[in-house]
């Protein structure tokens, strides 16, 4: 809804202009000259800071840095006395950061890059007693509804937006039905958020691109003709109906290529002093006290938007689809590497030293990926973003691979071996108790069986692979959460065979639960559980099936087939030649899908999932939320209005469609891509009414991205599918979980006795609310002494307490709250709770354990 004038409490006019350089990285720059330019700037500033601290207030010179990249850079080439320094200036309100790395595409960031990206602003919160209260997300033209819940749980109480209206396909970029609002998420957080609409009225020869003013991402680049205009415009004060006004920005693109830095640190405090009169205070700004002053004034009849805009140009991720499912993977895999990392840290905290280093670089390198620039063009060629996307990958895969091949060869360390047979370790990072397949190498061909330690009762087990690659899969059962069971191999076959898995009679792969025809495409033709009644759950849709990419032929073959699961391979030639395996599990539904290209395109391309479902209702994860694809109109709660697009919406870690009646369904895990579209959406239509979601496999869409799927011929694509009764979230998200974090194992070489972990099944603690998720366990960013942090997502509308039930050695352990950056709350602290393990409807709460 729009809001009514609002009369101010006091006049006259307040406005207030912040200055900053918009960070087009390496559009405007290169990374060197951007690292040279960056502590030279906040040099300038702090001394006219300096110079400017006897003046009035309004008029002392204050700066703005669009990012925390300039303080990283401020405190790597400067002494620890200057950065000093320049955290005072941030305490004493001259300076501000937003939480933020810089401005990035963070409509389709995991949750989890999202968070990594603000962790050297959590850092820099503890070392120096100070709060960033920023979250920035502008020139992109569209926004996701979770991210502001996201800001908020790190600790921001204000965003601002200004777009770009520029490469867009959304009609209305610049039209803002509420300029300034309550940014409300699922969770019930809030942001105060300004988003002018974009005014085009001031003089061309002033402003020729329609972004360097009010709603642009530059409003105060023009600070002696733009305090005028809203002043007295008529038009502005009918989009802006408040007498306290935000400017917020100065340095467009150009970093200081057209407007000297000496010019710049020189003009706002004259602006101020100069243009002030009896109608208008005219205040220098740090943005954050406009902010203040606007909440004070008017905070209270501001309306609350819960919206989602889609995406665009997160889009140019899909032109480089390996790369960005590569962080994705990483991302993903630091669950486990941290979890098993924890336990290794508790019993040896020397573990983490000289760590440090790799792990700030990949939080770093997760911001810098998605930096907004990502969409292409600019001083320095694709050809050199290209090489940067791809060095920005290989920090962050260099980390958690590290970080997990050491904390498994330190495990099996700390666990107990035997003298007869070979024993192992199998780890689960989620948090709850799993029986799931695991794998261990075998590169023996004779007889084998697996027994839980201690035991003689054979586990269901199979050798997949060859030669060096040999392996053994077998059930895992009962696993505990965070926790560990130790396995045992024996070089002796059961005393009886376990029926294989499945048949594969005339095309059609048999198991206990489905009947599945794969065609020479990989695409799953039918889908039929017969003891649902002979439910069919493909209806093909335009000549597409399951899985379908959509080109080639190929032959089906049964791969392999054991006691644990069965395995179908399909070879496909043809324009995007592949090979797609099918995968499907005893006693269970799930079925996994593995596609494989091995050519590169620059063309877009989708996989296919037609599903024979009526009246569909489509659940995603988005950014830090779950929410239905559909506008308010329709049932949902994700208020899709104008300035939005609704072609290729957020896929998560999964997306899921339940029939109208609400009876049965199906969930799609998502491991590797980033995007899908509903049945015939297109930019400006959602479809809801078609039952097909296509995942995106890669392209540029719209002109957006890079070229050549940055040299890319691998691809790496991976589905799971689970068909259901009525729809839970805590359970689809709990098997996407569980598809994407398979369990982790190792041999245990440790001590026969005295093993520092000496129990054949170890659990770190287990929640109390199985509705609210572990979603991450890691050591604190101090070190373990500083504890253990964990994160937990509540998937219920309703709250709950996350109660965490720790090992009996660990009961004298405390519980603190703290942001989702890990800086501890204050019972006074504006979003302290009395209860700080207490979550609300689908928030995610992080806490500090503190272990004596």
């Not at 691809?715 to 009525?726: D, G, K």
């Amino acid at each position: 809804m729009s809001v009514a004038p609002v009369a101010a409490a006091e006049v006259p006019k307040r406005i207030y202009i912040a200055p900053d350089d918009h960070t087009d990285y390496m559009w405007s720059a290169s990374a060197e000259a951007y690292a040279d330019y960056f502590p030279r700037a906040l040099d300038a500033y702090l001394d006219q800071i300096d110079a400017t601290e006897t003046l009035p207030a309004d008029q002392q010179a204050r700066w703005n840095t669009d990012g925390s990249l300039w303080m990283w850079e401020y405190e790597r080439q400067r002494t620890p006395a200057q950065m000093q320094r320049l955290m005072n200036r941030v305490r004493d309100g001259h300076i501000s950061m937003p939480l933020n790395t810089l401005v990035e595409v963070r409509g389709s960031m995991p949750l989890e890059a999202q968070l990594r990206d603000m962790y050297y602003a959590g850092r820099l919160e503890r070392r120096f007693g100070v709060r960033f209260t920023l979250g920035i997300a502008m020139e992109n033209q569209t926004q996701p509804l979770g991210l502001g819940s996201v800001f908020a749980g790190a600790g921001a109480r204000y965003s601002w937006k200004g777009v770009c209206a520029c490469a867009t396909q959304v009609t209305a970029s610049g039209e803002r039905l509420n300029p300034a609002y309550w940014w409300t998420g699922p969770d019930g957080s809030r942001l105060l958020t300004k988003w002018m609409s974009l005014e085009h009225r001031l003089p061309s020869a002033v402003d020729g691109n329609g972004n360097q003013g009010p709603g642009g991402y530059a409003e105060a680049r023009y600070p002696r003709e733009v305090v005028p205009f809203v002043t007295s415009d008529a038009t502005f004060r009918s989009h802006w109906p408040y007498d306290v006004i935000g400017l917020i920005g100065q340095g467009w693109d150009d970093a200081e290529l057209i407007i000297p830095l000496s010019d710049r640190v020189n003009s706002f405090p004259a602006v101020a002093q100069d243009l002030s009169d009896a109608g208008r205070r005219v205040i220098v700004s740090n943005t954050e006290d406009f902010f203040r002053d606007f909440e004070r004034t008017y905070g209270t009849s501001l309306p609350s938007e819960q919206v989602s805009y889609g995406n665009e140009w997160e889009l140019a991720l899909a032109s480089i689809a390996e790369k960005s499912a590569r962080v994705r993977r990483a991302v993903e895999k630091l669950r486990s590497a941290e979890a098993l990392a924890t336990i290794v840290a508790l019993q040896d905290p020397a573990f983490l030293n000289g760590r440090e280093s790799d792990r700030d670089a990949a939080w770093r390198a997760v911001g810098l990926f998605f930096e907004h620039d990502i969409v292409g063009g600019g001083v320095i060629g694709d050809g050199a973003r290209i090489v940067f996307q791809e060095a920005q990958v290989a920090t962050i895969e260099r980390y958690v691979d590290r970080l997990l091949a050491d904390a498994r060869a330190r495990m099996s360390q700390l666990v107990p071996t035997v003298t007869v047979g070979k024993r192992f370790f199998v780890f689960n990072a989620l948090g709850y108790s799993r029986t799931a397949p695991a794998e261990v190498p075998y590169p023996g061909t004779g007889p084998f069986s697996v027994v839980v330690a201690g035991t003689t009762t054979p586990l269901p087990a199979e050798a997949i692979g060859s030669g060096s690659e040999r392996r053994i899969r077998f059930l895992a059962t009962s696993v505990p959460s965070i926790g560990y069971r130790l396995y045992d191999i024996r070089d002796v076959a059961p005393a009886s065979a376990l029926a294989d898995t499945a048949r594969f009679e005339g095309g059609v792969l048999i198991t206990s639960r489905y009947r599945i025809v794969m065609d020479g495409r990989g695409a799953i033709q039918s889908l039929i559980e017969p003891g649902r009644s002979g439910r069919e759950w493909v209806r093909a849709d335009g000549g597409r099936a399951l899985n379908d990419l959509g080109e080639g032929t190929g032959t089906v073959v049964l791969e392999s087939n054991g006691p644990v699961s069965a395995t179908l391979r399909a070879d496909i030639d043809g324009p995007q030649p592949r090979t797609v395996r099918l995968t499907v599990y005893a006693g269970s539904g799930q079925i996994d899908l593995e596609n494989r290209i091995s050519a590169g395109f620059d063309d877009l391309k989708t996989y296919s999932f037609p599903f024979a479902i009526d009246k569909p209702l489509v659940r995603h994860e988005e950014v830090g939320a779950v929410i239905p694809a559909r506008q308010a109109a329709s049932g949902g709660i994700s208020t899709r209005t104008q300035n939005s697009l609704y072609e290729w919406l957020t896929l998560g870690h999964f997306a899921d469609m339940t029939s109208g009646n609400g009876r049965d369904g199906v969930t799609l895990s998502n491991s590797d891509a980033y995007f899908m579209r509903l049945g015939r959406s297109d930019p400006h239509r959602l479809d809801i009414t078609t039952p097909r979601i296509d995942v995106l496999a890669g392209g540029r869409i719209n002109g957006l991205g890079l070229p050549g799927q940055g040299g890319d011929t691998q691809f790496l694509h991976r589905f799971s599918l689970l068909p259901h009764a009525a729809y839970n979230q805590n359970t689809a998200m709990r098997f996407a979980l569980e598809a994407q974090n398979p369990l982790v194992t190792g041999p245990a070489t440790g001590p026969v006795k005295g093993a520092l972990l000496a129990s054949k099944a170890w659990s770190l603690f287990s929640p109390s609310s199985s509705q609210a998720l572990v979603w991450a366990v890691k050591p604190a960013e101090e070190g373990i002494a500083a504890g253990v942090i964990v994160r937990m997502w509540n998937q219920n509308r309703l709250p709950v307490t996350a109660g965490l039930r720790l090992q009996q050695r660990y009961t004298a352990a405390t519980i603190q709250r703290t942001t989702s950056i890990e800086t501890d709350v204050a019972a006074d602290d504006p979003v302290a709770v009395p209860d700080p393990t207490a979550l609300r409807g689908n928030q995610i709460g992080t806490f500090r354990i503190k272990i004596p």
